[in-house]
């Protein structure tokens, strides 16, 4: 993609507005924060203390807003903590123009390092650093920065506390996750109905695992139906998969197909009426005909072998969905929920244990975060890069600032580091966003000021309408909420006494330089995503073999049930996956001739790796029970499926084509040891390795010649 063409659709991108679930009740319950941070701070300490901890306030209302999972009142705390800590430290060295200097380019370059904990840790501490340049030029004394600093904080408590006494929705965001869960899987049921083929995005699956993950404290207190659904769905994809593919045994059309597609239309009926019922809490309502059909005798009738058995662990799954979601509910819902479980309950054996995931302590969460951060210490590593880049723009924005005959001048670093992103997309459509967003909001601030010559008084009320809005658009588009935010510090800075006629040319002007700072240190030092697809692709692949051949592993000594290795190895497959995705849509956007791979390549082996994987999981369903017979062959055929996707993977990393020839070769020997034995192999696995070599072939060809390969398919 030329420069032209990135840099026209990151634009576009930047200045996209979308629609977007707005939540009124936690905007209002901010903006309440602030204007009372406000009022009390103007009424003890006078309009310049006001202003600055202001930003406490209005800062740790924008991180409860951030994608974590954490309790939102301990985000607010962190904020508040870490925004007053920060400004402290600005505030001592801010009349030293080399120590503060130094202590800026420490402060961005660890901000930086903060990406290595997530965006949530990377936008908390970017915004610690953009509002120290801010309120650095209020103090004009040590103890008077010590209260401001204080009054920050106080910010940030006011907002927890709020959040405490006000909750909306609480557990909200882990009910949205574990819905969206089960409304995919819902959705792929009915896929399977068409297109028994039909691949599926793991991602909501993820998601719903992060946001299952809970402290000590979080698990006593969490409500009922957040308990189990999230395994039992993860169970049920793989036995969806399973019954609706023709290579499991149902025919493609008949009876036997008619039955399984009532089956699947069922089962996407109930997974909805979970899913409904987990969101918003309420009794689960199961619709009678899903319920009619899966209970039906009709079943064992048409479906026998992998298929029946495939049935038989959908309804028992089906069964523990209803029940978890029920929650505790009533003691007349609790009835009717076991009641309807019982009917759809088929050939069902022991309850399955529910999967307990534990997230560390705050305290215990320092050291996971520091070693993230020295894991990016390398050379190469975006992350390292991003810090880099961030810790030499700040300083030289604000030389830059400093040497224009504006006041403000901090502007021009604020601007840069609040758009700056380890992705080259992300933070050109930032600076657009931003600039554009600038542009409309000190507009319409300039507008109200010749219309109303506020004084401080009326300056806060405005500066806090301006926040909710900001609250409430936010997740519309960085340009939205952008509008918001520059009439918001415009109309602070008034309070504080600045003129606001004055503030509106040197906003857009600064924050012009400081996006423009931002995306030529991109230019200069950029960390692309592009030479790197190779190794995404070659991580991918090692980790979807070493996921088939730990689900293969089992058939060989279905005695030794390491069925956490394959769990590990699944969860390791869906992040390498993840990563991958990610870095194929990173590097569409950037203006890279040198792609690594090329655009057909990666459809094809995508396309490979995803049928490997899927097949993995058909296997998977059909685990063998702890006395089923043993599949020696299966052993030999595991280790050589592990060697070969290590070697295939390093092999892709040096532009070479793998050679699955220890793969074929071990599925030749176990034709061979067959011929010798009575009997034969579970046709499951049996067939299943055949497919995964098939897959891994699939993978070479289309990395080998993606291109004429897709000429073939389109003649």
């Known amino acids: 993609m030329s420069w032209l063409r990135a840099l026209r659709e990151t634009a576009r991108s930047g200045l996209t507005i979308e629609r977007k679930r707005l939540e009124p009740l936690i905007a209002i319950r901010g903006a309440v924060g602030l204007a009372v941070v406000i009022e009390v701070s103007l009424a003890l300490f006078g309009p310049v203390v006001a202003a600055s901890s202001a930003f406490g306030a209005y800062q740790a209302a924008i991180a409860t807003f951030q994608r974590s999972w954490r309790p939102r009142p301990v985000l607010a705390l962190v904020s508040g903590f870490s925004l007053g800590v920060s400004t402290f430290l600005g505030y001592v060295t801010g009349s030293h123009l080399l120590l503060f200097l130094v202590l800026l380019v420490l402060w961005t370059f660890l901000a930086g390092l903060a990406w290595a904990a997530g965006p949530t840790g990377g936008i908390i501490a970017a915004s ?93 207190r969490r409500p009922a139906e957040l308990h189990g659904s999230r395994g039992v769905a993860e169970r049920i994809r793989p036995v969806l998969a399973s019954l609706a593919d023709p290579a499991m045994g149902v025919p493609s059309e008949g009876p036997e197909r008619d039955r399984v597609r009532e089956l699947l239309a069922a089962a996407g009926s109930l997974l909805d009426a979970a899913a409904r019922a987990i969101r918003h809490g309420d009794p689960v309502r199961l619709p009678a005909p899903a319920v009619a059909a899966l209970k039906t005798p ?76 020295r894991r990016e210490l390398y050379r190469g590593s975006p992350i390292l890069r991003h810090a880099i880049r961030i810790s030499v723009v700040a300083p030289a924005g604000y030389l830059l600032g400093l040497a224009l005959p504006y006041g403000h001048g901090y502007w021009v670093p604020m601007a840069a580091v609040m758009v700056m992103r380890p992705e080259f997309s992300r933070t050109y459509e930032r600076s657009v966003a931003r600039f554009g967003g600038t542009v409309v909001g000190v507009f319409v601030a300039s507008v109200i000021v010749q219309a109303s010559h506020p004084r401080a008084g009326l300056s806060a009320v405005l500066a806090v309408v301006c926040a909710l809005l900001m609250y409430l658009l936010m997740r519309t588009g960085y340009a939205v909420s952008q509008a918001c935010v520059a009439a918001y510090v415009v109309f602070l800075l008034g309070m504080a006494g600045d003129d606001l006629s004055q503030t509106v040319l040197e906003r857009v002007i600064l924050t012009l330089l400081g996006g423009v700072l931002a995306m030529i240190s991109y230019a200069v030092y950029p960390a692309w995503e592009t030479p790197r697809l190779r190794g995404r692709l070659g991580d991918w692949l090692k980790e979807d073999g070493r996921y088939a051949a730990s689900v293969v592993d089992q058939y060989a000594d279905p005695a030794d049930r390491g069925h956490d290795d394959v769990r590990q190895a699944l969860l390791a497959t869906r992040n390498a996956r993840v990563a991958w995705q990610e870095a194929v849509a990173t590097a569409q956007h950037e203006p890279v001739r040198h792609r690594g791979l090329s655009r057909a390549a990666a459809d094809d082996t995508q396309h490979a790796l995803a049928q490997l994987g899927r097949v993995a999981m058909l296997m998977e369903a059909h685990l063998p029970e702890g006395g089923a017979t043993p599949v020696p062959a299966a052993g ?56 995964l070599l098939e897959a891994l072939e699939e993978f070479s060809q289309g990395l080998d010649n993606g291109p004429r390969s897709r000429s073939s398919d389109d003649d």
């Open 298 to 373: 009709d079943t064992g009738a048409l479906l026998t072998g992998p298929p029946l058995r495939a049935a038989d662990r959908l309804a028992a799954l089906l069964s523990d969905v209803i029940e978890a979601a029920e929650g505790e509910g009533t003691k007349e819902e609790r009835a009717g929920a076991a009641e309807a479980a019982d009917a759809i309950e088929a050939g069902r054996g022991g309850r399955l244990p529910a999967e307990h995931h534990r997230r560390p302590t705050l305290l215990r969460l320092v050291p996971v975060v520091i070693a993230s951060m």
């Open 128 to 220: 610690n650093v953009a509002i120290m340049l801010v309120t650095v030029t209020l103090p004009t004394s040590v103890a008077e920065a010590a209260l401001h600093a204080l009054m920050i904080t106080f910010g940030g408590v006011v907002q927890a506390v709020l959040i405490l006494m006000f909750p909306v929705r609480r557990w909200g965001a882990q009910r949205d996750a574990l819905a969206d869960a089960l409304a995919a899987e819902a959705d792929y049921a009915r896929r399977l109905r068409h297109d028994p083929v039909a691949h599926f995005d793991p991602v909501p699956l993820m998601e719903a695992r992060e946001a299952a993950a809970v402290t000590a404290r979080q698990a006593r």
């Open 636 to 691: 030999p055929l595991a280790e050589a499926l592990r060697r070969a996707t290590e070697q295939g993977a390093k092999a892709v990393r040096e532009r070479r084509v793998p050679d699955w020839t220890p793969v074929r070769e071990a599925l030749e020997k176990w034709d061979e040891e067959e011929l010798m034995r009575e009997g034969g192999a579970d046709p499951v696995v049996r067939n299943g390795a055949d497919l």
